[in-house]
């Protein structure tokens, strides 16, 4: 298993936490509701237990299917091969959804349910409409009121959902490699693992503008939230350590992740972007020269 450090909750420290046996770290960018497209690329990816599943956010919203988006990946932590491997991180759109279904009100600052409204969100409130999930999943510690309740109960959602959504977290930090969502605020005056929600799932110019080698912490950076809208593909900043998985499933189809090998590189062993599409049934891999 990864043994974290979480510090506070919603967010995870790995320091020499990764077991010996693990030979790959694999983070995905952003799905949104390419419930096949997910199961295209994992495929693909020809996942094992050897390997450790970072989740970028931004699960939900703009595509076909994101319910069963949610309860793949809920399944998929519960798997007794995976459970253990699996890290989830919070995009805006996950967000949003918690501050329409209110939850976890006291610990969050949030926007309001007016802000998923714009964003997607009626798409997928006629998804869950359409389907009969009733995931038998609910944490044993659950945050879930009963005014919470009536609100999944009124849109069809599972409560494990809702549970889900709640043990998102907001990065993930590696020795070789900072994972969150949106990346962080880079020039705010405080540190880069002490920061608020929205500036690790909606920051944007903040963080893409800015050098965060010089300013903030000297690692790779592994973000989605922004898409590469000239050519619909992951990228790869040297200089600067950043890597953008967001490559507009919703729109393009293609689904991108990164493939970080533990130990020694060499051949067949290079860290590496790769993308599928599965309209096309196609896959790709780009390397950093």
């Keep these: 298993m990864i043994n974290q450090v979480k510090i506070p909750v919603d967010r995870i420290i790995c320091t020499d936490c990764v077991r010996d046996n ?12 390419c419930f096949d497209s997910l199961l295209f690329h994992l495929n693909e990816l020809k996942i094992t237990e ?6 970028l956010g931004d699960y939900i919203d703009r595509g076909p299917n994101s319910p069963m988006v949610i309860e793949f990946l809920i399944n998929l932590q519960k798997d007794r091969v995976f459970k253990d ?4 991180l919070r995009g805006n759109h996950e967000a949003m959804f918690m501050d329409f279904l209110k939850l976890d009100e006291e610990n969050r600052l949030h926007s309001g349910s007016s802000a998923w409204l714009n964003n997607g969100a009626e798409k997928t409130l006629q998804q869950y409409r359409k389907v009969n999930l009733k995931s038998d999943y609910i944490s044993s510690d659950s945050r879930i009121s009963d005014e919470n309740k009536l609100t999944l109960d009124n849109f069809n959602i599972p409560q494990s959902h809702a ?25 705010a005056p405080i ?25 903030k912490v000297n690692k790779l950076v592994i973000h989605g939230h922004t898409i590469n809208l000239k050519t619909y593909l992951p ?13 507009g499933c919703f729109i393009s189809g293609n689904l991108s992740s990164h493939i970080h090998y533990v130990g020694l590189q060499g051949p067949g062993r290079r860290d590496h972007l790769f993308i599928t599409n599965h309209k096309e049934q196609t896959t790709g891999a780009m390397y950093c020269e």
Excluded at 50 to 55: A, G
Excluded at 235 to 247: A, F, M, T
């Design 22 to 33: 693990i030979k790959r770290i694999i983070s995905v960018g952003d799905i949104h509701g």
């Design 50 to 55: 050897n390997d450790i599943l970072i989740f």
């Design 85 to 88: 491997l699996t890290l989830f």
């Design 163 to 187: 549970e889900f959504l709640l043990q998102t977290l907001l990065y993930a930090d590696f020795e070789h490699a900072f994972y969150s969502h949106a990346g962080f605020d880079v020039p």
């Design 191 to 215: 540190n880069y693992l002490s920061q608020m929600e929205d500036q690790y799932v909606w920051t944007r110019s903040r963080f893409l503008e800015y050098n965060h080698i010089q300013t």
């Design 235 to 247: 990228s790869w900043d040297v200089k600067e350590r950043k890597i953008n998985l967001d490559s």
